[in-house]
């Protein structure tokens, strides 16, 4: 069983920054793919951000430019480093790790309980 736990969200203004953090726990945290998506009020769930054990990345387009995704391993953690967050970023955020390593929707087998992140217009 793998502990997901996200943090870092918050109330920012449009053109602000936020930092979300994702630990996971595990001793093979290393060998983890690990994913960001996003739920808007009224919208279903939609992928942001991922990153690989090898740390390759990849991004929604909606936020390429702006995000970044990054890993340290010795804190078993993820972070998503959001700038220029616009009022259309406003969801609740969820952090979902592939312990298989390997990338696609279907490989997610655990999930955060999500952090909100609001920006202001």
């Known amino acids: 069983q793998v502990q997901v736990v996200e943090s870092g969200g918050g109330l920012v203004q449009a053109g602000g920054s936020l930092r979300l953090s994702c630990t996971a726990s595990?001793?093979?945290?290393?060998?983890?793919?690990i994913g960001w998506f996003r739920q808007a009020p009224g919208k279903e769930r939609e992928f942001v951000a991922t990153i690989t054990r090898m740390s390759g990345s990849t991004y929604a387009d909606s936020v390429k430019g702006r995000f970044t995704v990054s890993r340290t391993n010795v804190k078993n953690t993820v972070y998503l480093q959001m700038n220029s967050l616009k009022p259309e970023d406003t969801a609740v955020y969820y952090c979902?790790?592939?312990?298989?390593?390997?990338?696609?929707?279907?490989?997610?087998?655990?999930w955060g309980q999500g952090t909100q992140v609001t920006v202001s217009s």
């Open positions: 595990g001793r093979t945290f290393s060998h983890y793919t």
């Open positions: 979902a790790v592939s312990t298989s390593g390997l990338v696609g929707p279907a490989e997610y087998d655990y």
